[in-house]
C-alpha cells in the first residue's frame, strides 16, 4: 500500500517538498528526471511551479504526473 501525497510546493532548484498522508515531510529532487520526456517541460520554472496536488498525487499544467510510490522511494525525510 502506497501513502498519498495531500501537499505539495515547488522549491528551487527544482526540489519539491511534499506531505504524505501520514504527516511525513519530504523532498523530491526533479533534476534527474528533466531530461525524461514530458518531464523536459519542467525546465521552464513557470511549468515547474504549477506544479499541484491531483487526487494522491502531484501534476503539473502540462499533464505530467508521477506515482505517488515514486515519489516516497525516491524522497528525503525531511525532520
Not at 518531464?39 to 504549477?50: A, I, P, R, V
Amino acid at each position: 500500500m502506497y501513502l498519498a501525497v495531500t501537499n505539495v510546493l515547488p522549491q528551487d532548484d527544482y526540489l519539491l517538498l511534499l506531505t504524505f498522508e501520514n504527516g511525513e515531510k519530504r523532498q523530491f529532487d526533479m533534476k534527474p528526471f528533466l531530461s525524461i520526456g514530458i518531464f523536459s517541460e519542467l525546465k521552464d520554472l513557470t511549468l515547474f511551479n504549477s506544479v499541484h496536488k491531483s487526487f494522491d498525487t502531484i501534476e503539473w499544467e502540462n499533464d505530467a504526473d508521477i506515482d505517488p510510490e515514486i515519489l516516497y522511494a525516491n524522497s528525503i525525510k525531511i525532520e
